[in-house]
């Protein structure tokens, strides 16, 4: 699959996350400036992956369980759901990996209501559709 095709697949997959949790908001999209106060985590591979300073750390939230995306055509993983005690929402924190395990996107609801996400680089880039292991956050809406 080309990195289009893939990033295509996750981008609809979070749209579709969205419009369930009910925060659309309508403003370009973009890739922030990394930072360079990154946290990591691992993936399921065991490999090491550069976070976002805003991502939640997980041993803080109750994962709520996963289930398996499969879409032969397109992309096949696993969708990892949490919630945090302190939220209302019922899933607050939601990770992506790809078929071979590897972290290619985390979705959460900060404390005021806005979804972050943030996606692995590597799978924006036609050229090299793999995984890189740092995860960027892409901003949709308008500034404020």
Excluded: H
Excluded at 2 to 18: C, D, N, P, Q, S
Excluded at 33 to 42: D, K, V
Excluded at 56 to 81: C, H, Q
């Amino acid at each position: 699959m080309t990195g289009y095709k893939r990033a295509r697949v996750i981008a609809m997959f979070l749209m579709a996350i969205i419009l369930f949790a009910g925060c659309i908001t309508q403003r370009p999209v973009e890739i922030r400036e990394l930072s360079p106060q990154r946290r990591t985590t691992t993936d399921l591979t065991g490999k090491i992956v550069l976070l976002p300073p805003s991502a939640p750390d997980r041993s803080n939230l109750t994962r709520l369980g996963y289930f398996t995306i499969n879409n032969d055509a397109e992309f096949n993983g696993i969708a990892v759901l949490y919630s945090s005690a302190q939220s209302e929402q019922a899933v607050t924190y939601m990770e992506l990996y790809d078929q071979a395990g590897r972290l290619v996107l985390i979705q959460w609801v900060e404390e005021s209501g806005v979804t972050e996400t943030a996606i692995d680089l590597g799978v924006l880039n036609d050229k090299d559709s793999e995984p890189v292991g740092i995860l960027g956050i892409v901003v949709v809406g308008t500034p404020a």
